[in-house]
Structures are given as C-alpha cells and as structure tokens.
C-alpha cells in the first residue's frame, strides 16, 4: 500500500472544508444560542432578584406601616385617657363647685328666711305687748288717775319748754 | 295770738285748761288760745301743740316707744 499525497491533500482540503462548514453553519448559531440563553438566564435571574428586594421592600414598608400604626394607636390611646382625665377633673371640679354655690344659696336663704321670720316674731310680740298694755291701762285708768298723770306730764312739759 | 292744741283721751276740767293758757303765755310772752281735742285712742296723758313746738306725753306715744325699742333691741 503505497500512499497517496494528492488523496492526502483531497482528504485535508476535504476534512478543513467540512470543519469550516461545521464551524460556520453549526457551531456559531449553538454558540449564539448558547449565549442569548445564558443571557436570558441572567437577566431572569437579576429580574428574580430584583423582585425579591422590592418584595422585601415592601415587606419592611408593610411591617413599618404597622409599627406607625401601633405607635399611633397607642398615641391616641395614651392621649384619649389623658384627656379623659383632664375632663374627669373638669367634670368634678365644677359638680363640687355647683355643689358649693347651691349650699352657699340654701344657707343664704334659710338666713334670710329665719331673719324674716325673726323679725315678724319680734315686731309681733313687741305688737302683742303693746296692745295688751294699752287694754290694760284702759281699764285701769280712773279718772283721777287720768287728771294726776294729766297734771304731772304737763309739768315735765312746761319744766322742759 | 298763739294756738295751742291740747289732745287728751278725757275731756279736761275747766281749772286744767286756764292753768295751761297761763304757763303758755308765761313762757311765750304771747296771748294763747287753747284749741281741745279729746281722743280716746291716745289712752291717757297729754299731747300739745304750740305754734311749730309739739310736746306729745300720752301714753299712747310712750308705748309707741316702748315698740321700737322692743323691735330694735330683741
């Protein structure tokens, strides 16, 4: 077997043309393939992780939401009994002063009734003195005894003019 | 000529009405004329009135007194 130089050159020509063919029809579109499949992975994956950080995001923004709205609750809350409070105080206060102002009136007036009183009872019995005195020296009264005071008051007068 | 009222619960006797004129005139060196009024209300004592001057001793004014000084001091 002898060899063959030109079959050797045909086989080679023959080999790199169909390693040009492979290389150009088949292996680059693979690669190319390849690649924007490897791209699209990787913008998958940075899209993947993207979501999770706005969902973690939005995780802390829902728990801060919550803790504001605890904290405010709780604001309210402190704040209502604050006021509640304060307006128990008002409330008490003014009952207890009411409470003074209608008894100071109610001794007010009961002095003031009893003075009426007192003093209808004093002018009544000083009326009921009077009277019975003048029922009494009427009767007593003679006429010598008119005529003596007659004459002794007109000595006081004349002794006074 | 001076008017002298003279108010009494009794009428007064004749002797009592000069002796009055005389001590009015006397003291007032003035003629007097005497002017009776007999009220029983007064109760007893005499009342007179000489010119603007009244000098009211009856018993009834006493005891008019006597209540306001009762009204004043109870």
New interface residues.
């Given amino acids: 077997m002898e060899i063959q130089i030109q079959q050797i050159i045909f086989q080679l020509i023959n080999f790199s043309v169909v390693v040009g063919a492979l290389t150009y029809f088949l292996y680059k579109p693979i690669i190319k393939i390849l690649e924007e499949r490897a791209d699209k992975i990787v913008k998958g994956q940075q899209a993947a992780e993207k979501s999770i950080q706005e969902a973690d995001k939005i995780e802390e923004l829902k728990e801060k939401a919550i803790k504001d709205g605890q904290k405010q609750a709780s604001e309210i809350i402190a704040d209502a009994k604050i006021k509640a409070k304060d307006q128990a105080i008002i409330i008490t206060n003014q009952a207890k002063e009411e409470a003074s102002h209608i008894i100071t009136k109610m001794k007010a007036d009961f002095d003031q009734e009893k003075q009426k009183q007192l003093k209808l009872m004093?002018?009544q019995?000083?009326?009921a003195?009077?009277s019975v005195?003048?029922k009494v020296?009427?009767e007593s009264?003679t006429?010598k005894?008119?005529?003596q005071?007659?004459?002794k008051?007109?000595e006081?007068?004349?002794k006074?003019? | 000529m001076l008017t002298v009222q003279v108010i009494t619960a009794v009428k007064l006797p004749s002797a009592t009405i000069t002796k009055i004129k005389e001590r009015v005139e006397d003291k007032y060196k003035t003629d007097a004329q005497i002017v009776e009024v007999v009220k029983p209300n007064v109760i007893g004592g005499i009342s007179l009135t000489i010119g603007s001057d009244q000098f009211d001793s009856t018993l009834k004014n006493k005891l008019f007194k006597i209540k306001n000084q009762l009204d004043q001091n109870l």
Wanted: proline share 0%.
């Fill in positions: 004093k002018s019995f000083s009326q003195v009077v005195s003048e020296l009427m009264l006429e005894k008119h005529q005071l007659i004459d008051e007109l006081s007068i004349f006074a003019i």
